[in-house]
């Protein structure tokens, strides 16, 4: 199979997975913003398509029709290279165009990419290619956890669908992984695909550390909140004491306490916690106030990317102790691409691993996930370590 013939498969295997997210909704799910940090269905179907369109059909293919003009302001998302935008919190309030017309718009800019590539092409369009696929990948997730949340926060908190299971629990015996000091390589090596965020790859000391083999469970979560965890300041950082002050945050996003017993919303709808299955959608502070209760700490990514081998992940975005920053010689590409990474290289903390929403191959030892200390919509979680 052709370079061409594989990364055509995968773009289009990837624009139908986006599609077959969607199929459970109703018109009316499409539209909703509850918060700005949640954007509509129809929103992410138009800013991938839009990435195509703006990156690779426009400066490359010949003789191309953009499809509507007014589309580059209404689905850029942060490129300030391209243009103006719709401000991020108006996007729930666009009800044209409409979602028959979104799904036009997609059907269109596919059909055009494939035309393009059918031909002979540089292997940097390639890549550019191979971006955007995974720049789309990365809405498949965001598509799955914004779904959830406005679902979950319809009074009637319905289900999304009967088959996605969240909670999957870890059998095995929680054990400490044991990594001796030394000098470690961190970063991307291969010829597969990554992010430039993943690039320079670089050594690091490491003291002694151990790891737990296991995520923290929701019973050892209602253990933390039972030992009135979210009323002792002296477990959490400043900032994080006045978020859950100012937000009377008492449990994780989803938690409903129903006669005495906790319960969350799932996209499967309402539940009864699983005490075994790994706690998720708490924020850094959270993750941080309950290792600080147990006596631990989070590991750095670092921590976490030398000791990967000796454990499962990819259920829950797990938070680390970094901060997310560039790696030496990190280099941002030039025009809007730069924008991708680099600008968002502060006030944020790195995650590692994956999660239950994360798409298939689109996770890596290496992948660096990255969000303010104060969220908490994803599919987040913690690994202890001492």
């Known amino acids: 199979m052709t370079l061409t013939d594989s990364l055509l498969d995968f773009f289009i295997e990837t624009r139908k997975k986006s599609e077959q997210i969607c199929e459970p909704l109703e018109t009316e799910d499409y539209v909703v913003q509850p918060v700005v940090d949640v954007s509509p269905p129809k929103w992410h179907l138009g800013h991938t398509t839009w990435f195509f369109e703006e990156f690779i059909l426009k400066p490359h293919a010949k003789d191309y029709t953009i499809y509507d003009p007014n589309f580059s302001f ?6 300030e290279t391209v243009g103006k935008r719709v ?5 729930g309030n666009m009800s044209r165009p409409s979602v028959e017309k979104v799904y036009e718009y997609r059907d269109y800019v596919t059909k055009n990419i494939s035309k393009l590539f059918e031909g002979h092409q540089p292997k940097a369009l390639f890549d550019l290619l191979e971006i955007g696929i995974h720049h789309e990948k990365q809405h498949q997730e965001l598509l799955i956890t914004d779904i959830k949340y406005i679902l979950g926060n319809n009074p009637l908190l319905p289900a999304y669908a009967e088959t ?3 909670h999957v629990v870890e059998d095995h ?3 400490w992984v044991g990594v001796r000091e030394g000098v470690y390589d961190i970063g991307h090596s291969t010829q597969e695909f990554c992010y430039d965020n993943e690039l320079g790859r670089h050594k690091v000391y490491l003291h002694d550390f151990e790891i737990s083999n296991k995520l923290v469970t929701n019973g050892e979560y209602v253990a933390f909140i039972q030992a009135n965890g979210y009323q002792r300041h002296d477990l959490w950082h400043a900032e994080g004491w006045d978020w859950i002050n100012q937000n ?3 449990q994780p996003m989803y938690w409903h306490s129903i006669a005495n017993e906790w319960h969350h919303y799932t996209l499967m709808g309402l539940q ?4 075994d299955a790994p706690v998720t959608h708490i924020s850094y502070f959270e993750a941080y106030a309950f290792s600080q209760w147990k006596g ?6 670092f921590e976490w990317e030398v000791a990967q081998d000796h454990f499962k992940w990819g259920k829950r975005w ?3 102790e970094s901060a997310y920053l560039p790696y030496p010689d990190y280099q941002k590409a030039d025009g809007a691409l730069g924008e991708y990474n680099g600008k968002f290289m502060v006030n944020q903390k790195v995650l590692r691993g994956g999660s239950v929403a994360t798409p298939t191959k689109h996770t890596r030892p290496t992948y660096r996930n990255f969000f303010q200390p104060n969220l908490r919509w994803q599919f987040t979680g913690l690994r202890l370590a001492k």
């Open 173 to 175: 015996q929680q054990e």
């Open 318 to 320: 797990e938070w680390t």
């Open 87 to 91: 401000v991020r919190s108006d996007r």
């Open 164 to 166: 996605f299971e969240e």
């Open 74 to 79: 209404v689905f850029n998302s942060y490129y």
């Open 248 to 250: 009377n945050i008492t």
């Open 272 to 275: 009864k916690i699983n005490l």
């Open 296 to 301: 631990y700490r989070l590991p750095t990514e």
